[in-house]
Structures are given as structure tokens and as C-alpha cells.
């Protein structure tokens, strides 16, 4: 059996037409219009393929290919449509394209597995509403509870349950449909890799061995608002300026004192009043910190927030730290690692195996089950901007290998 390479990129192209924004990037938020247009039109395809589709109360979807013993447990394959602001358009569309190739070729083959397959769109992946990201997988497995999405909210204060009442959903069910150890055969995620290593070390396909686990925080400096001409330097409680020093200083922590493989970044900044001609009172900013290593992420916050404090006693301000979200680093199911290092081999010999400095939903979903992840390389290592950029042909390749080790996992 084989992969289209055509239909596949028709796809990502029709993917890409769901858009919220009309800047260059691709913004498609979970429960946003672009979003609700590109899920209609999925199922649209997933009933064609008379696969059976279900949504659950968070609104992850989950599209049946029936096996023939209904007592073995399924086969998971998929990964997320929804984007950060003005990213790319294959990040988690080459995943949710190249599961929606097997289940089609399967079709177009009359297959008749012993394990059904299912094709799974995690919603809420990036985080792009709330500022957690993987919702839509972390309640799946429990990690998030209904009562938990309570206390997510947008920028502008809309909350999560509002969010999702207003899409049709309704959290308050999703206890019926969390999953549990035993529930799954198998969870595969194909991707992009959205680093440069793939490229620098000029191989095709990725056999993903671990995932990076995360740790976002929100940092808020309060200090004393005030005006900007007629307040002398020595007289100021200046929040800006100390939060300039403060990142810089989570620059050089992440850089120079944890692992190689530690990054820290800070993505989103606001302060208040945010006029020209007033010393802002209160600075609130975000750091993403990640580690394949658990303590060297513990590590890098532990370090930062020494910092702050010799910050705030010399420069007279308060400083807090709120923790938005987090999960741990994860190493891949080794059987499902060797199903996927036969499926890359029949196809290319042309891989390795590497880490993923990205988090993805199958690091939540190896709570539950065996998941394997299969990358193909991104262009100048670029993602979550515009250029985002994977060679159709590596596409294809990295489709064909999911193809052959979701045959071999559901046969
Ligand atoms: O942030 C991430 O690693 C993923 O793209 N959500
Ligand atoms: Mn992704
Ligand atoms: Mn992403």
C-alpha cells in the first residue's frame, strides 16, 4: 500500500485555507471559526471514508476505522489542527493529514485489521487561548479535570467553560470519556520537527525517543507607578527596568548554567498603565522553560527566582511567580520505537534517532499507552512563524512510514 502524495499536500493546502488571519501566518485558534470550518470539513472526509466520528466535551475528535475484533483495543493516530498566533501551516497538520492518508489508504485497500484504528485531533494543543497547552489531551487522560478548566481564561478574561459552552461542548461530561491504562493499544504522532537537527545532520525521518517536558510561568513585578518627567532616577521603583534585568538574567541561566538542552523564553510581556509618560506600576511576563531533563528544569526556576529576589531588595519591588502549566519530560514506549525504526528503514535509510524539543499530545498520552513519533525535518529548523517550511517529498515519506508501522500495530 501507498501513500498519495498528492492528496496529501491538497490537503495541508485546504488546511491552510482555514485561517483567522489574513497577515501571512496561519492563526486558528481551537473553538475559533477558522477552527470550527476545518474540523467540519475533517469529518466531512472522515464520514466519506465511513469511519465512525465522535466528539468528545472538550471537543477532541476521535474517527473510527472498524477492526474485526471489536475486544482488542484501538489503534491512536493523529495529532492537532489548532495553531499558535501567525504560525505555520504544517505544524500538526502533517500529523492530522498524514493520519488521515493511513485511514484513506486503508480504506481504498478494503483493509480489515484485527485492531480498529482510530484517527485523533487533540483540541487546544498550542495553548493559544488559555496559555496551557495539550487541554484537550490532558483531560483526555485525567490530567485536567472539568472543575481545572474553570480557572483557564483568555487575555480579555473569557474563560475556558464559557469558551466551550459557546462552541457546544460541555466539559462538565468529560469524566465519561477520560482514558485509562489498558483503554489503548498504541498512540503514533507523526511531525514536524520544528528544530534543525534533522537538517544539519541531513537525514529525512526522525524516530522520536523522548519529549521535552515544560514549565510556563507568569512573572508579575509590582513597583510604583508614577510620573515619567517629573520623577527623579534615584526616587523610582521602576517594574520595567527590573524586568528587563530579570530576563536577561533567565537569558544567561538557560544559556550558561543548566544543561545544553535547557531553553527558557520569554514570549508575551504587558505592563500597566502602558502609557509613554508613566513609570508602569505592575510588568507581567511569561517564561517558557523546558529540559529533557526534569531536575534541569527545576534547576533553571529555582535559579531564577534567586534572582528575583536580590532584584526586588535592590531595586525595591515585588516580585511573584505563578505557575500556568507544566509536564514532565517523557522517553517514548521502546516496542513501539522498534515498530516505528522498521517502519522509517523499509522507507528511507535516511534517519535517526532524536529528541523533540517541542511538546506534543503523545507526551500526555504516554500516561496512558505506548506512543511513537516520527519527524520530518523543518526547513532553516523554522516553526510557529510563517515560514514554517517541510519539503512535500519528506511529507510524503514520513506519511508512507506511519502508514507501515500503524499496518503492522493494527494487523
Ligand atoms: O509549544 C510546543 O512545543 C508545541 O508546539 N505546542
Ligand atoms: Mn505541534
Ligand atoms: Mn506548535
Known amino acids: 500500500m501507498n501513500v498519495n502524495r498528492e492528496r496529501i499536500m491538497q490537503r495541508i493546502d485546504a488546511f491552510a485555507g482555514f485561517n483567522d488571519n489574513d497577515d501571512g501566518g496561519i492563526s486558528r485558534f481551537s473553538y475559533g471559526r477558522a477552527d470550527a470550518d476545518a474540523r467540519a470539513w475533517l469529518m466531512q472526509i472522515c464520514r466519506e471514508l465511513k469511519l465512525q ?6 471537543g477532541n475528535i476521535r474517527a473510527c476505522y472498524e477492526g474485526v475484533d471489536s475486544s482488542l483495543m484501538p489503534v491512536l493516530v493523529g495529532s492537532h489542527i489548532d495553531s499558535v498566533r501567525n504560525g505555520g501551516k504544517y505544524d500538526g497538520i502533517v500529523g492530522v493529514v498524514g493520519a488521515m492518508e493511513v ?3 486503508m480504506r481504498e485497500n478494503n483493509c ?3 485492531r480498529s484504528v482510530e484517527l485523533i485531533i487533540f483540541a487546544e494543543e498550542e495553548g493559544s487561548n488559555f496559555g496551557t497547552t495539550m487541554v484537550g489531551s490532558k483531560t483526555l487522560i485525567g490530567k485536567l479535570s472539568a472543575d481545572d478548566l474553570r480557572h483557564l481564561h483568555t487575555e480579555d478574561k473569557r474563560t475556558c467553560l464559557e469558551i466551550l459552552e459557546k462552541s457546544g461542548l460541555d466539559p462538565g461530561k468529560m469524566k465519561d470519556f477520560v482514558l485509562k491504562p489498558g483503554d489503548i493499544e498504541a498512540m503514533l504522532e507523526l511531525h514536524i520537527e520544528q528544530g534543525i537537527v534533522l537538517e544539519q545532520e541531513k537525514k529525512r525521518l526522525g524516530v522520536v525517543q523522548a519529549i521535552a517536558g515544560m514549565t510556563t510561568m ?5 513597583g510604583t507607578s508614577n510620573h515619567a518627567g517629573a520623577t527623579p532616577m534615584y526616587l523610582r521603583n521602576d517594574p520595567m527596568s527590573a524586568a528587563a534585568v530579570l530576563i536577561e538574567d533567565i537569558e544567561d541561566i538557560a544559556a550558561n548554567h543548566v544543561l545544553e538542552s535547557t531553553v527558557a523564553t520569554v514570549g508575551s510581556i504587558s505592563c500597566r498603565p502602558n502609557m509613554p509618560n508613566v513609570i508602569p506600576g505592575e510588568v507581567t511576563f511569561t ?3 523546558r529540559d529533557i531533563e526534569q531536575d534541569a528544569i ?4 529555582a535559579q531564577i527566582t534567586s534572582c528575583a529576589e536580590k532584584i526586588s531588595q535592590e531595586r525595591k519591588v515585588m516580585i511573584r511567580f505563578r505557575t500556568i502549566g507544566s509536564s514532565k519530560p517523557i522517553r517514548l514506549s521502546p516496542r513501539i520505537m522498534d515498530t516505528v525504526k522498521r517502519a522509517v528503514s523499509s522507507c528511507s535509510d535516511s534517519w535517526m534517532v532524536m529528541n523533540s524539543g517541542a511538546v506534543h499530545d503523545a507526551a500526555m498520552m504516554a500516561s496512558i499507552t505506548d506512543v511513537g513519533m516520527i519527524f520530518v525535518p523543518s526547513v532553516g529548523g523554522k516553526s510557529h512563524n510563517p515560514e514554517e517550511y517541510t519539503d512535500p517529498s519528506d511529507i510524503a515519506l514520513g506519511c508512507q512510514a506511519l502508514l507501515l508501522a500503524v499496518t503492522e500495530l493494527c494487523v
Open 298 to 301: 527545576e534547576k533553571t526556576v
Open 103 to 105: 485511514l484513506t489508504v
Open 112 to 114: 480489515l485489521p484485527r
Open 53 to 58: 466520528v465522535t466528539v468528545d466535551p472538550v
Open 287 to 289: 517564561i517558557d522553560i
Open 218 to 222: 507568569e512573572v508579575t513585578v509590582c
